[in-house]
């Protein structure tokens, strides 16, 4: 049986440079682990220069799905987000504190927290959606529009 043209690059792009190289040819800044955290570490920058308020981007990523979500679990919410459990609870704690989300227990059960936005958390997402998208963009910048929807579609194929 005849292999589609697409089916042999497929291959070949799942065979690691290192694979058929050999290890001596290991380059770090090649590898897809390394460029991931250092356009991470430029979107997070965007982010802190641009956002209005004092969140970090997983702050700001709970109180958007919370709006969304309202009232959700702790863990839902986690889940929502692509957050483990103990970040989500660190996440909710320091929102809680700041005011922004309120828990109460779920009345259906005690093991279980019931989270929503307070009005002040409702006013901060409000506030920065037009600057969410911003830094969406900004991060984007440096690529074309097909550039760009063919990153978004790679990175959620791989997600």
């Known amino acids: 049986m005849d292999k589609r043209p697409d089916e042999t690059n497929d291959q070949a792009a799942n065979t690691q440079p290192t694979e058929r190289a050999g290890m001596s040819d290991y380059a770090l800044g090649e590898q897809i682990g ?7 570490q430029r979107h997070v920058a965007i982010f802190t220069n641009l956002m209005m308020e004092k969140l970090t981007t997983t702050q700001w990523a709970a109180l958007v799905k919370l709006r969304d979500l309202q009232p959700s679990s702790q863990g839902k919410l986690g889940r929502e987000t692509a957050m483990d459990m103990a970040t989500i609870k660190g996440v909710v704690d320091r929102l809680a504190k700041r005011d922004l989300v309120k828990t109460a227990p779920d009345p259906t059960d005690a093991r279980r927290l019931v989270l929503t936005l307070t009005e002040e958390g409702e006013g901060i997402v409000d506030r920065n959606l037009a600057v ?28």
Do not use: H
């Open 34 to 40: 390394f460029l991931l955290r250092q356009a991470n």
């Open 132 to 159: 969410a998208a911003d830094i969406s963009r900004e991060t984007l910048g440096p690529l074309s529009y097909a550039e760009r929807v063919m990153l978004t579609e790679l990175l959620r194929k791989i997600s």
